[in-house]
């Protein structure tokens, strides 16, 4: 069982910065693939970003191409946390960001294949 807590969001205007992150429960954090989504009312959650087991790829990420150069996904297992650091932030950004974990080896962009879901943190760009 892995409980996940998201932290970090808030209000900011384009440009800015944010870095959220993931506090998770539980001694077998490092065996999950980490991902990090966005929901936008209206519209489906989308993955975002997501980074693989260190012992799988070195820890290897991915990005959606809208984020890519603007955020970085991080993973610290003696922590039992991962991060999302958000620069350049545009309105478009505006979302519900969740943080989840996967028992896969690398992080699915189907957010069906993940088992634990945090509950969320609202991040708000003004333009």
């Known amino acids: 069982q892995v409980q996940l807590v998201e932290s970090g969001g808030g209000l900011v205007q384009a440009g800015g910065s944010l870095r959220l992150s993931c506090a998770a429960s539980g001694r077998t954090f490092s065996s999950y693939a980490m991902g990090w989504f966005r929901q936008a009312p209206g519209k489906e959650r989308e993955f975002v970003a997501g980074?693989?087991?260190?012992?799988?790829?070195?820890?290897?990420?991915y990005y959606r191409d809208s984020v890519k150069g603007r955020f970085t996904i991080s993973r610290d297992n003696a922590k039992n946390t991962v991060y999302l650091q958000m620069n350049s932030l545009k309105p478009e950004d505006t979302a519900v960001y969740y943080c989840?974990?996967?028992?896969?080896?690398?992080?699915?962009?189907?957010?069906?294949?993940?088992?634990?879901w945090g509950q969320g943190t609202q991040v708000t760009v003004s333009s």
């Open positions: 980074v693989a087991t260190i012992s799988w790829s070195g820890g290897s990420t």
């Open positions: 989840a974990a996967s028992s896969a080896r690398v992080p699915p962009w189907n957010n069906g294949d993940y088992e634990y």
